[in-house]
């Protein structure tokens, strides 16, 4: 018994009229068409290019914005410390349902955002015997003490102003912590803190994992971003600074960050990631989905395709 | 039968023989229906693909740093850039195109099926070239796009924020896989040919 024609998923082979074809000449043709074309475009508009950010142009532009988030990676109270996998244990991370994927692969680029971003990097600078205190009080305080003078700080640090050459808070039991947050200020504004977040583990590195995170704690880098309209509520990542055509592809990923649940979840980056996921092993899987493999047919947009066909055919009829 | 007709190696070359003739290769007609410009969007995309290949094997000779310094630099770059805004307007023209045809239909699933595996392989590809610019477009997507990699558990592996990694993967990994997956995906065309129009007679 034959098998009962399923018009979306066979087909009538073709036995009817051929015509000359060149494979070679049309690749030939479409690679100088294409090749042209592309030189064109990049000759007319060009490349965009803007500067990378450095923690030397952050915090002279905006030390108090840097000193603050300094204070925030001390204080354990930055987007980094509180991240969770896959950089430190301090946050269960993203649910998708009750899974949090991240949490259960682990921690794999460990940060300790107060040692890593603050207290390391000032131990690599060069002797300072006001520094050298600094650094031993805080070595040798335990650890309800270093809490105290933390929150000292912290209740003080929304009234931080930059005067002098140095940053000034009002005056509070905070140790050590108004020298940490000072000198690490004043060590970004000399370039030295790029370099040893960059080179503290070996002079040859290509990671700039410590440093963006640092730069992405803060308000400065969103403040540029927001400037080029490259946040996510701007429709983010498919954007791209100035007036250049950006990854267009990616609007429909983009498209979830503009809409609920996703713009209100905590969970939305997981989300979003597990709807594309849906959708794209629906796009792959496409002519094995009954519905969706009918839409062609349903549509009949594929006249506008093969119009001269059928024109012949009916011709023909 | 001899041993040497035996082997795997004799056997696979005389597969590839008897699937791959010339004909189906290279050939020099095709049937009268493929005659619409949709059809051109296909070897567009590979075309455009290529002047994106070529482009990054320059920008990788003279390094990473070369297109921020040099004027000429800049300009292989701007080849780069727009030859990738070229090949993903092409080829997604060429998957509507595609899909209207339903051109899955006939045994060419596979066809549909690496095509789509090539899009999505572009798509990361294409990112991780953005991440890999070096510059403040790179720094603001790498952070940003963090936060979705590190969710579903892959940012070790995958860590937008190391350079170096991210440019392995975008000028080794992702174009060998996609490189292969075009080849597979052409072979498939020229092996099942062209999807037939819809018979509406039938219907």
């Known amino acids: 018994m034959s098998k009962k024609f399923r018009p979306d ?12 074809y060149d494979l070679l000449k049309e690749g030939c043709y479409a690679l100088i068409a294409i090749t042209v074309l592309v030189a064109g475009l990049a ?218 649940p996703y713009t209100t979840s905590g969970n939305a980056d997981i989300l979003v990631g597990a709807t594309m996921g849906v959708l794209t092993v629906g796009l792959i899987f496409l002519p094995f989905i009954p519905g969706l493999r009918s839409i062609p047919r349903r549509t009949r947009l594929y006249r506008l395709v093969w119009r001269s066909h059928y024109r012949r055919e009916a011709q023909g009829a | 039968m001899s041993t040497i007709d035996r082997q795997w190696t004799t056997r696979l070359r005389r597969g590839v023989e008897r699937t791959i003739t010339l004909d189906k290769a290279l050939p020099d007609t095709q049937p009268s229906y493929v005659a619409s410009w949709i059809y051109v969007f296909g070897v567009a995309t590979v075309s455009a693909l290529i002047v994106v290949m070529a482009t990054g094997c320059v920008l990788a000779i003279f390094g990473p740093q070369w297109w921020h310094t040099s004027t000429v630099g800049h300009y292989v770059n701007s080849l780069h850039l727009w030859g990738v805004e070229v090949f993903f307007f092409t080829m997604v023209v060429h998957l509507w195109g595609k899909f209207f045809m339903a051109a899955w239909r006939g045994r060419r699933a596979v066809t549909w099926m690496t095509g789509a595996f090539c899009f999505l392989v572009s798509t990361v590809t294409a990112f991780t070239g953005y991440v890999s610019q070096s510059n403040f477009d790179s720094q603001w997507i790498a952070t940003q ?36 997956l075009t080849g597979v995906h052409v072979a498939y065309v020229r092996l099942r040919g062209v999807v037939p129009p819809f018979a509406e007679e039938a219907r």
């Open chain 1, 9 to 20: 998923v066979d087909v009538v082979e073709w036995t009817g009229a051929e015509r000359p």
């Open chain 1, 43 to 260: 000759a007319l508009f060009g490349s965009p290019d803007d500067p990378a950010v450095t923690l030397k142009q952050w915090s002279i532009a905006a030390p108090v914005d840097f000193a603050q988030t300094a204070f925030s990676e001390l204080n354990g109270t930055s987007d980094t410390a509180t991240y969770g996998a896959p950089y430190n244990t301090n946050s269960p991370g993203q649910a998708l349902g009750p899974l949090h994927i991240a949490q259960l692969v682990g921690v794999h680029i460990p940060i300790a955002a107060a040692r890593d971003f603050v207290l390391a990097p000032l131990e690599a600078l060069p002797a300072n015997a006001q520094l050298r205190r600094a650094l031993h009080q805080w070595s040798g305080a335990s650890a309800a003490q270093r809490t105290t003078w933390r929150a000292h700080y912290g209740a003080v640090a929304p009234g931080m102003t930059f005067s002098g050459d140095s940053i000034v808070t009002a005056s509070s039991a905070s140790g050590p912590v108004p020298e940490f947050i000072n000198d690490l200020t004043l060590m970004a504004r000399s370039g030295a803190l790029d370099e040893a977040l960059l080179t503290k583990d070996s002079f040859y590195t290509t990671d700039f994992t410590k440093g963006l995170l640092f730069l992405s704690n803060g308000a400065y880098l969103t403040d540029q971003a927001n400037a080029q309209h490259l946040l996510g509520s701007q429709w983010g990542m498919m954007n791209e600074t100035g007036t250049y055509p950006g990854q267009a592809w990616l609007w429909l990923y983009t498209f979830w960050y503009q809409i609920p």
């Open chain 2, 145 to 180: 796009a963090k936060d979705g990699i590190n969710s579903a558990g892959v940012g070790a592996i995958f860590n937008v924020l190391n350079l170096g990694q991210m440019l392995m993967w975008h000028i080794v990994l992702l174009p060998l896989v996609l490189v292969l």
